[in-house]
């Protein structure tokens, strides 16, 4: 098959994975995909699973697990959403995403058992019921060792959540999707806790107070183990450094010190922790009882099971290794310097506030000019809010979805922010991204000028088309 043809069978096969919509419009149910995956002969339960949930940080988290599982010589797979550029990044193998040619192929595997299922049910299976199915399948196929698969939203009623996780992550949750998840920490929490499955290991990033009650309920209900950030493990210490971060990290079998984290900010100092002590919780098997050896920062609950001991240490050159060739693109990003231009995918006000923190603490700008595409489901005054402090001029714009609010709605929520004078509209994230880079050069101090282009995944992604980051590489 010629190359013209593979990439025409791809358009071909992600339009018909696209024009099935989303389960949440539908009727959010594990009935479809479970009918599928029974069909297919159960992929999903060929491996071990990892599996993943929260509001901030899943995407980065389940990288870094992924990497350090790669480091130790197994073969992975890993599942994750939504894709910056094209649809196949979500299914990887081995830290690459799966070419065009097997991402069709895996399509037309799964179709004529979707197709079967669409027949028993009112509605047919979604975008995302499909996509989890061929991702299952993929990694069957490969076959890999281990999965981690991130949720789309929520947990209870998340395709994934077929497969029963070994280690279930549950990252910070905030408040986002609340037309689908609730309105309140508790409600989102409890959606999210349902990935916690009987005998796993539940590996809990900090949490507000009242989150943190409802996954500790979960751990109990389900006679889970948990291991808490802050208490069974965490971020010893850390330090800015070229490129990165130095860490001392505390995991749940051990010290790790030295450890160079190629990405930027407290937030990802916390995923990499979480990240070693679900590797850890997956590599010892079964967890054991012990005395926790991490003084607690903030006790959020009171606990149940926890890990503890050194017998299950992971070999500290190995963690440095793999950490040190990690990535998360699209999470503070630099996608050019002279100006310095950072892609950034923060679409929620804690997302925001995490990345400001770290621009905060590890460019030293001058003046930043900013660049926001944002969905209009999303809470824009809130994220604008956590901009205004240290973006100097705002360009509004659209990124590609349809979803993204358009330019001049943007422009009056920035402008009760920002003030009038600090706001630019741009129909075009090209020209978005031209007139900021303008506006942060204006003070003629290169080295100390930078654009943040920001507000949704989709954003990001385009910017990395339009700036050609990765290309050559």
């Known amino acids: 098959m010629n190359q013209v043809s593979e990439a025409s069978d791809y358009r071909r096969a992600v339009g018909a994975i696209m024009a099935r919509g989303v389960e949440w419009e539908i009727d959010p149910t594990l009935d479809r995909v479970r009918d599928l995956v029974d069909v ?5 339960r060929s491996y071990p699973v990892i599996h993943i949930a929260g509001t901030n940080g899943k995407t980065s988290t389940a990288r870094l697990i992924e990497a350090l599982l790669r480091e130790r010589g197994l073969r992975t797979g890993l599942f994750t959403s939504p894709e ?8 990887a193998i081995d830290g690459e995403p799966v070419s065009e040619e097997r991402f ?26 499909v996509l989890t199915a061929m991702a299952f399948a993929a990694f069957a196929d490969a076959p890999v060792d281990v999965a981690v698969v991130e949720t789309g939203m929520g947990g209870i009623w998340d395709a994934t959540n077929v497969a029963d996780g070994a280690v279930a992550v549950i990252t910070p949750i905030g408040l986002d999707h609340t037309r689908y998840l609730g309105d309140t920490v508790e409600e989102i929490a409890g959606e999210k806790a349902g990935i916690i499955k009987p005998g796993s290991v539940a590996v809990l990033s900090q949490q507000p107070v009242e989150a943190a009650e409802v996954l500790l309920r979960r751990v109990a209900e389900t006679g889970a183990a948990a291991a808490r950030e802050g ?26 010190d030295e450890v160079f984290l190629p990405m930027f900010g407290d ?6 922790a979480t990240a070693l002590a679900a590797v850890e919780a997956f590599a010892s098997g079964t967890p054991t009882r012990g005395e926790p050896n991490l003084e607690a920062v903030t006790r959020i609950a009171p606990g149940e099971d926890y890990l503890g001991g050194n017998e299950g240490q992971l070999d500290p050159a190995l963690v440095r290794s793999g950490f040190a060739k990690s990535a998360s693109p699209g999470r503070l990003e630099v996608a050019r310097t002279g100006p310095t231009v950072l892609l950034d995918a923060a679409h929620n006000p804690p997302g925001m506030a995490a990345t ?6 590890s460019f030293g700008f001058t003046r930043l000019a900013g660049v926001l595409a944002i969905a209009a489901d999303k809470d824009v005054a809130g994220v604008l809010d956590q901009l205004e402090p240290v973006v100097a001029e705002l360009v509004v714009t659209r990124n590609s979805s349809p979803r993204s609010m358009p330019p001049e709605e943007l422009a009056e929520l920035a402008e009760s922010v920002f003030g009038p004078e600090r706001v630019h509209v741009e129909e075009r994230l090209d020209d978005a991204i031209d007139r900021a880079i303008g506006l942060a050069e204006e003070t003629g101090e290169y080295r100390g000028a930078g654009v943040l282009i920001t507000g949704s995944v989709v954003t990001a992604g385009d910017a990395r088309i339009l700036l050609r980051v990765g290309e050559g590489r």
């Open 267 to 272: 937030h990802q100092a916390s995923n990499a």
């Open 84 to 91: 910056l550029t094209t649809l196949r990044e979500r299914i």
């Open 104 to 129: 069709v192929a895996a399509y037309e595997d799964v179709l004529p058992f979707a197709q079967l299922v669409d027949g028993k049910h009112e509605a047919r299976l979604s975008f995302f019921e």
């Open 40 to 44: 297919l002969g159960e992929p999903h």
């Open 231 to 256: 208490i069974e493990y965490g971020v010893l210490s850390r330090d800015v450094a070229v490129g990165g971060q130095q860490l001392r990290l505390q995991g749940l079998h051990g010290v790790y």
């Open 356 to 361: 400001v923190a770290t621009v905060t603490e």
